[in-house]
C-alpha cells in the first residue's frame, strides 16, 4: 500500500510539472457530491489544476453527455453508464475504474423514528416515503428492490414520494415535506458518523451492489488535467475521505 501510494505521489507531481495548469470538469452523481468538492479542494492545492464539479442524477448526466455537454470526467452511481459510454465510443474504456461501492440507507431527519432493522416500514409512523427516480437513479433501483425484497411494495405505494435524483429524495426528507427517505449514506455521514436523526443501514445482500465508476470522456483522452483528476482520485488522501462518507473503496 506504501509503494502504490508513493506511486500515484509521483504520478502527481509529475503531471503538474508537465503542464501548465488546466482545469477539467467533473459530472458527479448527486449522491457523491459532498466528497467530490472536497477532493476537488484537494486535488486543486495538490497539483495546480482546477476541477469544476457539476451534479446530477446519472440518466441525467448521460443525457447530456450524450447531448455534448462540455464535461472531461464522470463520477457515476453506477458501473453500468460508464460501461455503455465506453461501448458508445464516448468514453474511454481504458480509463474506467470503480472509485466507490455505495451503501443505501433508511433516514429520518427526526431521531428516534427509524429503528435499526427498518421495522418503521411496516407501520404507519410516516405520510411519506422519498425516493430517487429508478429510472435514471442506481439508488433510486436499490430503494425499490429492498421494498419489493421485504413485499413492502403495495403497502407504500401510495406514499412514495419521488425525487429526480437522490439528491432531491434527501431534500425532501431534509425539508420536512417527507418523514422517511431512502437516501444515500454518504448524505447523512461523515467522519464516520450520521450527521442527523435516524437511520437504518440497509444490507448490502438486499439490493444490487451500488458499484460506482468514473470514466474519462472521449474528448479528453489527452487531457493532463483529467489524467491528473483520475490519478488523485485513486491516492490515499482521497480514498481517506470516500471512507468518511460512508462508502466501501477497493
Known sequence: MRMRGRWVTWVLALLALSARAEEVTVAVAANFSAP???????????????????????????????NGAPFQILLSADDETPSRLAREG???????FTYATGRLVLWSRQAGLVDDKGAVLQGT????????????????????EVLNKLGLLPKVQGRLVQGESIGQAHQFVASGNAQLGFVALSQVMQDGKITEGSAWVVPASMHTPLKQDAIVLAPAKDSVAAQAFMAYL??????ALIRGYGYEVP
Open 234 to 239: 485513486r491516492s490515499d488522501a482521497s480514498k
Open 36 to 66: 467530490a468538492q472536497k477532493i476537488a479542494t484537494a486535488f486543486a492545492a495538490a497539483t495546480g489544476h482546477k476541477a469544476t464539479v457539476v451534479v446530477g442524477s446519472t440518466g441525467k448526466l448521460y443525457a447530456q453527455i450524450k
Open 125 to 144: 409512523a410516516f405520510n411519506h416515503l422519498s425516493v430517487a427516480d429508478p429510472r435514471g437513479a442506481p439508488y433510486g433501483a436499490a430503494a425499490m
Open 90 to 96: 464516448a468514453g474511454v474504456g481504458s480509463s474506467q
